[in-house]
């Protein structure tokens, strides 16, 4: 079985801070992915960044980067740079390779960005 | 815009009722996924479908069924629609079975009065 915790409901951040969204995962695979997902006020799941269990480095993708500390079992993603457009909600999530391959989902933080 | 589609947007119905959801996912995935997103429950993964056939089920009510069709787009079916069925159903598509990435679609917000 996999588990994700995201134990941080709301967030604030200033307009061009950084901002970490914390995420903790659980899972019995030795080979799995992590995602986060953008979810905006219209509804739509936006892919963000993508990590594979295996992956030595941590990935980045413009802005986003995810902090994996796989020891850990942490997957934290960082927003450099805050724009009011990242006001929304983050979903963490991961899959396995081998068995199911669907995601499953942490309970999201809602970001907000102030002016 | 992911290049999944999914109809209707928005549905209102009754309880008791049966509604089809029908997902449309980019040219050449093979695989469809759908996820329920409710207040209670968060994001659940209910069933996907590769190239025709079932191949996993998470959270799926009896009540609800799904098929994947020859040109590969897909309907999930909800009966005896209760109040707690509201929620933003998504389909997500991917190419492979293991493939990484999952595109989601813009959702069907259901509500039911």
């Known amino acids: 079985a996999q588990k994700i915790t995201q134990t941080q409901p709301g967030m604030f951040v200033q307009e061009k801070e950084a901002v970490t969204l914390d995420c903790t995962y659980d899972?019995?695979?030795?080979?799995?992915?992590l995602f986060w997902y953008k979810q905006p006020s219209s509804g739509e799941m936006i892919f963000l960044i993508y990590?594979?269990?295996?992956?030595?480095q941590n990935a980045t993708e413009g802005r986003y980067s995810l902090n994996f500390q796989k020891a850990r079992k942490s997957a934290n993603l960082v927003i450099s740079a805050s724009q009011l457009g990242d006001s929304a909600m983050y979903f963490c999530?991961?899959?396995?390779?081998?068995?199911?391959?669907?995601?499953?989902f942490g309970s999201g933080t809602r970001l907000q960005v102030q002016p | 815009d992911s290049g999944v589609t999914q109809t209707p947007k928005h549905l209102i119905t009754a309880t008791g009722q049966r509604v089809t959801l029908r997902c449309s996912p980019r040219?050449?995935?093979?695989?469809v996924y759908w996820y329920q997103q409710s207040l209670d429950q968060g994001l659940q993964f209910l069933i996907q479908?590769?190239?025709?056939?079932?191949?996993a089920k998470g959270n799926i009510l009896e009540r609800f069924s799904a098929q994947q069709f020859p040109d590969l787009h897909s309907e999930l079916n909800l009966s005896s629609l209760e109040l707690g069925d509201s929620a933003l159903y998504f389909c997500?598509?991917?190419?492979?079975?293991?493939?990484?990435?999952?595109?989601f679609g813009p959702g069907t917000r259901l509500t039911v009065t």
């Open positions: 997500a598509s991917t190419e492979g079975d293991s493939s990484y990435e999952q595109y």
């Open positions: 899972t019995s695979d030795q080979s799995y992915g």
């Open positions: 990590q594979g269990s295996y992956d030595e």
């Open positions: 999530a991961m899959r396995g390779y081998t068995g199911r391959r669907a995601l499953t």
């Open positions: 040219s050449g995935d093979l695989s």
């Open positions: 479908y590769y190239n025709g056939e079932e191949r």
